[in-house]
């Protein structure tokens, strides 16, 4: 080999080496932005500590990455994503997000963000700005994964994070926030499959980087949540027993004059604030305004994590309960059809104090909007 074939190699290894180097840089620096513009959540007792590695793709590619633990204190944290640390660098061939156009006067973030205690977050960064018509329509699919919802966010080509992606904007980075638990149970693994699916399809769209955690520690996180919320998941109920069946009509008008307001198929006791104490609903499932067949029991149900803490929970609906008995000529029993025993609603309500204590501890507060997506 002559010397000039070899001055020849070394020439174009040191331009690959070059253009490997500002490749990363240029990866880095869009990735900083990102970080600084989707909001943090500081400390949180359902997260915890812990290095984690994630997975970036571009198109077609798939993924898996490390573990980020929930049950030790947190010390750092990454967002996007689930922990805070440097991102890892941009291999070659993919092309990086171009930065930002600073932010005009007057435009500001959204408040709603990703919640990593209870939500899977993946990551899509856009090698050009995408506008959100053309986005809009893309995601048309990626509601929910299975029974999991999943939520949406974004970085604009101006820098500012969106809980909602406006058809006007252009967006140069998303966050896909999938629900790790509620009441059908922990992400599966079906699950967590086709939301990763449906997020590469996204990215070899429209030319993106994809980063997410690895399966396996997905569905770990989303099982020890489950755990959480199981050991914390209490509903308390009463029964009217009408007798004989009454108009429903009469019924629902009853219980509107005693305060009580539609809420979908249900009737809803609701506090100051708006959120729902306590429900109504017929015995036999049917919406209060269902054709005319006639009532002949009703079931008042507390449902402790989604409600607002309150001293007298459960005496707030035993109140309200004797008012509709006597209201509808009917008979008022526990959810085991035996009579209330005196003095048992002071006995529950101390006791759902401390439930309600512990979901405040467990960073599940009763009511919440985080409460309100793992109870739902």
């Not at 490749?23 to 959540?41: C, I, S, Y």
């Not at 949540?225 to 027993?241: E, I, K, N, Y």
């Amino acid at each position: 080999m002559s010397d000039l074939q070899i001055g020849l190699i070394v020439v174009g290894a040191l331009l690959i080496l070059m253009v490997l180097g500002f490749n990363w840089w240029q990866d880095r620096r869009v990735r900083r932005k990102m970080q600084a513009h989707f909001p943090t959540n500081e400390h949180d007792p359902l997260l915890g500590a812990g290095e984690q590695a994630a997975v970036r793709t571009g198109g077609s590619s798939s993924g898996k990455g490390e573990e980020a633990a929930w049950d030790t204190p947190a010390a750092t944290r990454r967002e996007p994503g689930l922990g805070k640390r440097e991102p890892s660098v941009g291999e070659s061939g993919v092309r990086a997000a171009p930065a930002p156009a600073p932010a005009l006067a007057g435009e500001s973030d959204d408040v709603e963000e990703a919640d990593p205690a209870t939500e899977v977050v993946i990551e899509v960064a856009f090698a050009e700005p995408v506008r959100g018509a053309d986005l809009q329509h893309g995601l048309q699919g990626l509601r929910s994964a299975g029974r999991k919802p999943i939520r949406i966010f974004g970085v604009t080509d101006r820098a500012r994070h969106r809980s909602r992606l406006h058809a006007d904007e252009s967006y140069s980075a998303l966050q896909i926030a999938v629900l790790l638990a509620n009441r059908t149970g922990p992400l599966t693994a079906i699950e967590w499959s086709q939301a990763w699916a449906r997020v590469q399809d996204l990215g070899e769209r429209f030319e993106a980087t994809i980063e997410g955690p690895d399966q396996q520690a997905v569905l770990e996180r989303a099982a020890r949540l489950d755990d959480t919320c199981a050991a914390l998941d209490t509903q308390v109920g009463l029964t009217l027993l009408l007798g004989s069946a009454q108009p429903a009509a009469e019924v629902l008008a009853v219980a509107r004059d005693l305060g009580f307001m539609h809420d979908g198929p249900r009737l809803a006791w609701v506090s100051d604030e708006g959120q729902p104490r306590f429900t109504l609903t017929r015995g036999d499932g049917a919406a209060f305004d269902a054709g005319m067949g006639g009532v002949e029991r009703l079931n008042l149900l507390l449902d402790v994590p989604c409600s607002p803490p309150d001293e007298h929970a459960f005496g707030r609906m035993v109140d309200v309960g004797h008012q509709l008995a006597q209201r509808l000529r009917a008979e008022l029993v526990d959810d085991q059809g035996k009579p209330l025993a005196e003095g048992s609603a002071a006995v529950i309500d101390e006791r759902l104090q401390v439930l309600f204590s512990q979901l405040e501890q467990a960073g599940l507060r009763a009511g919440s909007e985080r409460a309100l997506r793992v109870f739902a």
